[in-house]
């Protein structure tokens, strides 16, 4: 069951779609992609790593082995790395990603723009990255999580609204998050490549998917409390209905808007 909590009936605001439980959650993340898709087979497109879009991977792998979505000729773009890290390494969003999605959605490496992380000047990778998504045409979807300290991609608690994909210090509660997706055994850069903010709010549309109680404060924070800097998830708003929230009853359950 889904309820649309405000609509997009209000020209300037996002959209914000609370399901029952994840698995709905999932279902309308995927669900977004391939209307993307099938309006532009050639979309280009930015999607997370983290725990809450695995459920998307694993339905968006689903329809595309069974052949009802094609994404074979989609620009893909990570969102997101440590800096230095290659997917050798234990501390690797790119492996999580071509594990998870890349390689059993037999995506076409030529159409895989991977995240410079290993680049010898990272400032001019990162700089570069943007101007071939701009080259593209820009993003067409962006599909992202949030942080528990709010972050979107890793544009940590300081980052601007206007921020290129650039190269960022990581905050202690990142990097604990990041530690418990390995059990702790790996260890952790404590610098991120991530797209910038600045690049995501120019995206056709956006889509960000929250799921559980533990995130209930924050996404309260990202919605409802002020834009700020403080709260990177809050700058998304600017983006008005090009964004969907897409959140499971949990991670809505602090919102007083409903
Ligand atoms: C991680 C990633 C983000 C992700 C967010 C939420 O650190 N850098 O791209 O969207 O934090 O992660 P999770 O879904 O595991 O809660």
Request: net charge negative; hydrophobic share 40%.
């Amino acid at each position: 069951m889904m309820s649309t909590v405000q609509d997009a009936g209000v020209a300037h605001m996002p959209r914000i779609t609370v399901v029952e439980a994840y698995d709905g959650l999932s279902q309308r993340a995927a669900d977004v992609v391939a209307e993307v898709l099938g309006e532009k087979p050639d979309a280009v497109v930015t999607l997370p790593t983290g725990e809450t879009p695995s459920g998307m991977y694993k339905e968006l792998v689903r329809r595309i082995t069974s052949k009802e979505l094609d994404f074979s000729r989609a620009q893909f773009f990570c969102l997101d790395d440590y800096l230095g890290s290659t997917p050798e390494d234990d501390a690797s969003l790119t492996r999580w990603l071509r594990s998870e999605f890349l390689v059993p959605g037999n995506l076409p490496e030529g159409n895989i723009h991977y995240m410079p992380t290993t680049a010898e000047d990272p400032d001019v990778a990162a700089a570069g990255f943007d101007r071939e998504i701009a080259e593209l045409g820009g993003f067409d979807l962006a599909v992202v999580g949030l942080g528990p300290n709010g972050h979107i991609g890793f544009n940590e608690p300081g980052s601007l609204p206007t921020d290129p994909t650039r190269v960022v210090d990581l905050e202690e509660a990142t990097l604990s998050q990041s530690a418990a997706y390995w059990d702790g055994k790996a260890t952790i850069p404590t610098q991120a490549m991530t797209t910038g903010l600045g690049t995501i709010l120019k995206s056709r549309r956006i889509v960000l998917i929250v799921s559980g109680k533990r995130k209930a404060e924050i996404v309260r924070a990202a919605l409802e409390g002020p834009s700020t800097s403080d709260v990177p998830g809050s700058w998304l708003r600017q983006a008005g209905n090009r964004l969907e929230v897409i959140l499971d009853r949990e991670a809505a359950s602090l919102l007083t808007i409903k």
